[in-house]
């Protein structure tokens, strides 16, 4: 696939307002063509992503999205902060005692913060503030970043089978947990009697398990790891200092969703450009910020206009606490290891690791 990409900030905020001229309907698009078998094995599944929020327009998306924004107001992400700090705590308690070690035959060996802490905030948040179930995190894991790789990378066909495998069992359990849900106060019930099917509550859900924990768990890691990497700054997060600004630089620079795609529906103009009908636009959200720029520059790595995440202020805020309370329960540790491997997709990144060892 070949895209005009679209690097200048103003111009990816212009493309997100223009949202007749530039369409969400490949936002949700497989990069990679699937082939024949892995689309039997998740026809097999009835998986289905009708589009609703993400991929959507109009009266359907504004429904919707309604509705989804009413369990994230900003009142109740204002109200989850000690619940994450508490969390954190428990986390890094865990991953100080891995540290330390048991008894003499059984000597404190490095953790990976990725997966000991990252991992297990954000799922349990987004739980709590939706009312749905979630499966056991190694579980959710699994799914979410074979799910990412499915559609945002660039698996060959034999790879395609495995990840369709995953992916038609994630949206089995799903389908079941919304129709079950029918009639309760949970999100999806929520979604089933503003009308919408089960399989545009499926479609919705489906993402939004992945983007609503999933991309907080990688934006944490990828926190933790560039923190650190300055043990001075490290030491000051654990004296007590605030993760806001390094939170902000990272989601500036490098946040875990760090492109989006967009479609042309018709021939328009972009920046002189001409495109023509069809073309596929790659919208660069982080990383071409002037260095003087207003200090909101961090907040394009959460889209712009109509479509801007419902969940920015608490990815945001899950990060800075979660930083802040692992820096204050480990402050003797370091990077170990070599460089960790990075998950690097179409349109998400971050460290797949983040090693330490106590000093």
């Known amino acids: 696939m070949s895209y005009h990409v679209v690097q200048d900030p103003e ?12 369409l969400p309907t490949n936002a949700l698009t497989s990069v990679v ?13 009835r998986f289905a ?43 890094a308690e865990a991953a100080a005692a891995a540290l330390a070690g048991g008894p003499v035959d059984q000597p404190g060996g490095p953790v990976d913060l ?9 799922p349990v948040i987004m739980q709590e503030l939706t009312g ?73 859900g489906y993402f939004l398990l992945i983007a609503g924990q999933e991309t907080t768990a990688l934006l944490i890691g990828t926190a933790l790891y560039r923190a650190l990497q300055d043990p001075a700054h490290w030491a000051r ?57 207003a200090p909101t520059a961090y907040s394009l790595a959460f889209g712009h206009g109509l479509h801007r995440c419902l969940g920015a202020k608490l990815a945001e805020l899950e990060t800075v606490l979660a930083v802040e309370e692992t820096a204050r329960a480990l402050p003797g540790v370091r990077l170990c290891g070599p460089e960790p491997d990075w998950l690097r997709l179409l349109s998400f990144q971050a460290p797949l690791t983040v090693t330490v060892e106590a000093l």
Do not use: M
């Not at 504004?62 to 969390?87: C, Q």
């Not at 495998?165 to 079941?176: D, H, I, M, Q, S």
């Not at 129709?179 to 089933?192: D, E, M, N, Y």
């Open 114 to 122: 990725a997966a000991t802490i990252a991992a297990h905030i954000p």
């Open 132 to 204: 749905f179930p979630l499966p056991d995190p190694a579980v959710l894991k699994r799914w979410s970043q074979d799910s990412l790789e499915l559609f945002w990378g660039w698996p060959d066909e034999d790879r395609q089978l495995e990840l369709a495998r995953t992916a038609a069992e994630f949206y089995t359990w799903l389908r079941a947990e919304v129709i079950a849900s029918r009639g309760g106060g949970s999100l999806f019930g929520a979604l089933s009697a503003a009308g919408l099917s089960t399989a545009e509550v499926c479609s919705l």
């Open 237 to 293: 997060l654990a004296g007590g200092g605030s993760a806001r600004e390094l939170v902000r630089t990272v989601l500036a620079v490098e946040p875990s969703v760090h492109t989006w795609r967009r479609a042309c529906p018709a021939d328009t103009v972009l920046g002189g450009t001409e495109l023509p009908a069809g073309s596929e636009i790659l919208l660069e959200l982080a990383g071409h910020h002037d260095p003087d720029a």
């Open 49 to 91: 992503l009708p589009p609703v929020l993400a991929s959507a327009t109009g009266e359907r998306h504004r429904l919707v999205r309604s509705v989804v924004a009413g369990f994230f107001t900003p009142a109740k992400v204002a109200g989850i902060g000690p619940r994450v700090r508490e969390l954190t705590r428990a986390r």
């Open 11 to 22: 111009q990816v905020r212009e493309v997100l307002r223009r949202i007749d001229d530039f």
């Open 33 to 45: 063509p699937l082939s024949p078998a892995a689309l039997r094995i998740l026809s097999r599944a």
